[in-house]
Nanobody, 122 residues
Framework: QVQLVESGGGLAQPGGSLRLSCAAS????????MAWYHQAPGKERELVAR???????NYANSVKGRFTISRDNAKNIVYLQMNSLKPEDTAVYYC????????????????WGKGTLVTVSS
């Protein structure tokens, strides 16, 4: 079994900052890409940022220059540093990871955390 647990969400003022963390645990052989998604009420879940094992990153246009994704491969943790927050960033943020769980197969499966709520409001 594999679990992803997010933390760090909460209330921030416009222009403020938050740092989200996601820790993976369980039957993990290796983790490939890790990512953050968010979902606002009435909207589809959208990719916010993604990072490969080697550190290559991708960002949604709406967060470029404001958010930074990083990871600690030794600790199986991915972070999302959120700066210059805007009210439109308000959403539930979900951690996603592609994880290999068996030494006897190269297949990976996508796992999701339960989400952490970020609210940006004055």
């Amino acid at each position: 079994q594999v679990q992803l647990v997010e933390s760090g969400g909460g209330l921030a003022q416009p222009g403020g900052s938050l740092r989200l963390s996601c820790a993976a645990s369980g039957r993990i052989v290796s983790i490939d890409a890790m990512a953050w998604y968010h979902q606002a009420p009435g909207k589809e879940r959208e990719l916010v940022a993604r990072i490969t094992t080697s550190g290559t990153t991708n960002y949604a246009n709406s967060v470029k220059g404001r958010f930074t994704i990083s990871r600690d491969n030794a600790k199986n943790i991915v972070y999302l540093q959120m700066n210059s927050l805007k009210p439109e960033d308000t959403a539930v943020y979900y951690c996603n990871a592609a994880i290999r769980t068996s030494w006897y197969t190269i297949n990976v499966m996508n796992y999701w955390g339960k989400g952490t709520l970020v609210t940006v409001s004055s």
